[in-house]
């Protein structure tokens, strides 16, 4: 009886996690940034360069990526992030969501930060 109950948690625990690791759920601004111990960063010229240790890929932001990025290494969440930028330059609400949301995509897909997702 044993040995089936811990099957049984275990094909639980295996559906779960394949359901959240498949899951495509739109991004959204209440979700924590994690960034990739792999993933290392420094500023040169006003300019952060990226470097992922994992496949050896390197990026380049320009200046407001260069400084999304230092707003999202201060604050945990998407809105804290929105919040921050909207305190810093003239821009219209909607407008900059979407820019952030576009762009902290882009992050997750080259494997440079992760989003937390508040049901996995």
């Given at each position: 009886?044993?040995?089936?109950?811990?099957?049984?948690?275990?094909?639980?625990?295996r559906?779960w996690?394949?359901?959240?690791?498949?899951?495509?759920?739109?991004?959204?601004?209440?979700?924590?940034?994690?960034?990739?111990?792999?993933?290392?960063?420094?500023?040169?010229?006003?300019?952060?360069?990226?470097l992922?240790?994992?496949?050896?890929n390197?990026?380049g932001?320009?200046?407001?990526?260069?400084?999304i990025w230092?707003?999202?290494q201060e604050?945990?969440?998407?809105?804290?992030?929105?919040?921050?930028?909207?305190?810093?330059?003239?821009?219209e609400?909607?407008?900059?969501?979407?820019?952030l949301?576009?762009?902290?995509?882009?992050?997750?897909?080259?494997?440079?930060?992760?989003?937390?997702?508040?049901?996995?």
């Amino acid at each position: 009886m044993k040995y089936i109950i811990q099957l049984l948690i275990g094909l639980i625990l295996r559906i779960w996690y394949n359901s959240c690791k498949n899951r495509k759920e739109i991004m959204n601004l209440s979700q924590k940034i994690i960034f990739v111990d792999t993933v290392f960063s420094q500023e040169v010229d006003g300019e952060m360069v990226l470097l992922n240790m994992n496949n050896e890929n390197y990026f380049g932001l320009d200046e407001m990526g260069t400084a999304i990025w230092q707003v999202m290494q201060e604050n945990k969440t998407l809105q804290e992030v929105l919040e921050a930028i909207l305190e810093q330059y003239e821009v219209e609400a909607e407008v900059l969501e979407k820019d952030l949301l576009i762009f902290v995509d882009r992050l997750v897909k080259s494997g440079l930060i992760r989003i937390l997702n508040d049901k996995c």
